[in-house]
C-alpha cells in the first residue's frame, strides 16, 4: 500500500468516499507485480474516483491512463479485474508509455465500509508507530478475486483479517510469521488443491521530522518535511504549549523535556537549527541519549568543529555541518539539502547524481 509517506493522502481521500449509496465511489489500483524496470514497484497504490480525480498518480512509466479506463468499468460492475501489461496483454498501452518492463495491476471498486476496513487496521498499526505486514489474497487460481480481494493485517499475530477459511489464513499467517522480505512482492500460497496469489507488504511507521528551531528555516523545513508525508514536529524553546497548524505540530520544549513531549524511535529524524551555540549543544546531547536514526545540526564548518569537539563521542547519526553539498544558500535551498540528506541515509543512498551511477534506481 504504497511507501509509508503516501498513504496518509490516500487514507483521507479514501475516508471521505460517500459510500453510503452502496455504488461504487472509486476504484484503487494496486501493483501486484512487476518485472524488468517500471517507475514504481509492487504495492504502489493509486485512487481513482467516480469524476475522474485521482489520488496519489502512479503516472510516469506506468500506463496510468487505461488503468483509469479500467477503473470506471470496474466501479459500473462492481467487480475486481486483475489486469497485465506486458509483452503478453496489453503491450501496445507499453509500448505508448515508453515502459522497458511490465506488471500486473489490481483494480477493486470501493462501495461500502467493508472495503476501507484494512486502511482503519492500517492506520490503528501507524498511530501506534508499529511494523507488521499486511498480505492482500487478489487471485484464486489466476483470476481475480472478487467483489473484492481478502486481506490481513498482521503484527507478531494477526491484528486485523477479514479472511473466513481458516486454513487459507492459517497458511497465510506462517508465511508472515516467517517473511523478512524489505519490499512487497507476490507469493503463491495452496490450499485446498486452489492456488492463490498473495500480495505482502512489509507496513512501517511514517517517517518522522523533528525540527528544533524558531527561524525561517525552521518552518522552510518543516513545511518541506510535510511536502514530503513525514509527520513533522517544529520545537519552539520559547513557545508555551503546544498546537498544531497546516498538519505541523507545534511544540515548545527545553532539551531536558524533549524526550517526554516528542516521540524520539528509530523511525525519526531530527535537526537542530536554534543558531545559538550552548542551545544546540545541549539539543544535541539529549538526542544522543534518544533513539533517533539522525541527528543534523546546521551550521558553519567552524560551528561544526566546536559542535564535534564538545560532544567528544563518535555517533555515525550526528551529521554536521547537516545536508547534501549542492551549494545551498537561502532558507529554502538550506531545507532541500537537509531533507535530501536524511532521504538519501533512509534510503541507503550515498546522494550522488544517477547519471554517474549504474545502480538500479528503485532497488
Same mark, same amino acid.
Given at each position: 500500500?504504497?511507501?509509508?509517506?503516501?498513504?496518509?493522502?490516500?487514507?483521507?481521500?479514501?475516508?471521505?468516499?460517500?459510500?453510503?449509496?452502496?455504488?461504487?465511489?472509486?476504484?484503487?489500483?494496486?501493483?501486484?507485480?512487476?518485472?524488468?524496470?517500471?517507475?514504481?514497484?509492487?504495492?504502489?497504490?493509486?485512487?481513482?474516483?467516480?469524476?475522474?480525480?485521482?489520488?496519489?498518480?502512479?503516472?510516469?512509466?506506468?500506463?496510468?491512463?487505461?488503468?483509469?479506463?479500467?477503473?470506471?468499468?470496474?466501479?459500473?460492475?462492481?467487480?475486481?479485474?486483475?489486469?497485465?501489461?506486458?509483452?503478453?496483454?496489453?503491450?501496445?498501452?507499453?509500448?505508448?508509455?515508453?515502459?522497458?518492463?511490465?506488471?500486473?495491476?489490481?483494480?477493486?471498486?470501493?462501495?461500502?465500509?467493508?472495503?476501507?476496513?484494512?486502511?482503519?487496521?492500517?492506520?490503528?498499526?501507524?498511530?501506534?508507530?508499529?511494523?507488521?505486514?499486511? /498480505?492482500?489474497? &487478489?487471485? !484464486?487460481?489466476?483470476?481475480? #478475486?472478487? +467483489?473484492?480481494?481478502?486481506?490481513? $493485517?498482521?503484527? =507478531?499475530?494477526?491484528?486485523?483479517?477479514?479472511?473466513?477459511?481458516?486454513?487459507?489464513?492459517?497458511?497465510?499467517?506462517?508465511?508472515?510469521?516467517?517473511?523478512?522480505?524489505?519490499?512487497?512482492?507476490?507469493?503463491?500460497?495452496?490450499?485446498? /488443491?486452489?492456488? &492463490?496469489? !498473495?500480495?505482502?507488504?512489509? #507496513?512501517? +511507521?511514517?517517517?518522522?521530522?523533528? $525540527?528544533?528551531? =524558531?527561524?525561517?528555516?525552521?518552518?522552510?523545513?518543516?513545511?518541506?518535511?510535510?511536502?514530503?508525508?513525514?509527520?513533522?514536529?517544529?520545537?519552539?524553546?520559547?513557545?508555551?504549549?503546544?498546537?498544531?497548524?497546516?498538519?505541523?505540530?507545534?511544540?515548545?520544549?527545553?532539551?531536558?523535556?524533549?524526550?517526554?513531549?516528542?516521540?524520539?524511535?528509530?523511525?525519526?529524524?531530527?535537526?537542530?537549527?536554534?543558531?545559538?551555540?550552548?542551545?544546540?549543544?545541549?539539543?544535541?546531547?539529549?538526542?544522543?541519549?534518544?533513539?533517533?536514526?539522525?541527528?543534523?545540526?546546521?551550521?558553519?564548518?567552524?560551528?561544526?568543529?566546536?559542535?564535534?569537539?564538545?560532544?567528544?563521542?563518535?555517533?555515525?547519526?550526528?551529521?554536521?555541518?547537516?545536508?547534501?553539498?549542492?551549494?545551498?544558500?537561502?532558507?529554502?535551498?538550506?531545507?532541500?539539502?537537509?531533507?535530501?540528506?536524511?532521504?538519501?541515509?533512509?534510503?541507503?543512498?550515498?546522494?550522488?547524481?544517477?547519471?554517474?551511477?549504474?545502480?538500479?534506481?528503485?532497488?
Amino acid at each position: 500500500m504504497n511507501v509509508a509517506q503516501e498513504f496518509d493522502s490516500l487514507y483521507r481521500a479514501a475516508r471521505a468516499l460517500p459510500l453510503a449509496s452502496g455504488m461504487p465511489e472509486a476504484a484503487l489500483a494496486t501493483i501486484t507485480q512487476t518485472r524488468g524496470s517500471t517507475f514504481r514497484r509492487a504495492g504502489a497504490s493509486m485512487l481513482i474516483r467516480r469524476d475522474g480525480s485521482l489520488v496519489c498518480e502512479l503516472s510516469g512509466g506506468c500506463p496510468q491512463r487505461d488503468i483509469v479506463w479500467r477503473a470506471q468499468q470496474v466501479m459500473e460492475g462492481g467487480q475486481a479485474q486483475l489486469v497485465s501489461y506486458g509483452r503478453n496483454a496489453n503491450y501496445d498501452v507499453m509500448l505508448e508509455t515508453g515502459c522497458g518492463g511490465e506488471l500486473d495491476v489490481l483494480i477493486e471498486p470501493l462501495r461500502d465500509e467493508r472495503d476501507l476496513q484494512f486502511l482503519d487496521a492500517m492506520e490503528r498499526l501507524r498511530e501506534r508507530r508499529g511494523s507488521g505486514v499486511l /498480505a492482500t489474497v &487478489y487471485a !484464486v487460481d489466476g483470476q481475480a #478475486l472478487s +467483489p473484492r480481494p481478502w486481506r490481513t $493485517v498482521w503484527r =507478531d499475530e494477526a491484528a486485523w483479517s477479514d479472511i473466513d477459511d481458516d486454513a487459507l489464513r492459517s497458511r497465510i499467517e506462517a508465511v508472515l510469521h516467517s517473511s523478512r522480505a524489505m519490499v512487497a512482492t507476490s507469493v503463491r500460497v495452496e490450499s485446498g /488443491a486452489r492456488h &492463490y496469489d !498473495v500480495l505482502v507488504e512489509p #507496513l512501517r +511507521p511514517p517517517h518522522a521530522l523533528v $525540527v528544533v528551531g =524558531d527561524g525561517i528555516g525552521a518552518r522552510m523545513l518543516g513545511e518541506l518535511s510535510m511536502q514530503l508525508g513525514w509527520r513533522t514536529t517544529l520545537v519552539d524553546p520559547a513557545q508555551v504549549g503546544g498546537d498544531t497548524d497546516g498538519g505541523i505540530r507545534r511544540v515548545g520544549a527545553s532539551a531536558r523535556s524533549l524526550a517526554t513531549q516528542v516521540t524520539l524511535d528509530a523511525m525519526t529524524s531530527a535537526v537542530v537549527m536554534t543558531h545559538r551555540w550552548e542551545r544546540d549543544l545541549d539539543y544535541v546531547a539529549a538526542l544522543l541519549d534518544s533513539g533517533v536514526s539522525y541527528i543534523g545540526v546546521i551550521g558553519s564548518r567552524q560551528r561544526a568543529a566546536q559542535i564535534t569537539a564538545a560532544v567528544a563521542r563518535v555517533d555515525p547519526r550526528l551529521h554536521v555541518p547537516a545536508g547534501l553539498d549542492v551549494g545551498s544558500e537561502t532558507p529554502q535551498e538550506i531545507a532541500l539539502a537537509v531533507a535530501a540528506e536524511i532521504l538519501a541515509l533512509r534510503n541507503g543512498k550515498e546522494g550522488g547524481l544517477l547519471s554517474r551511477t549504474g545502480t538500479p534506481i528503485h532497488a
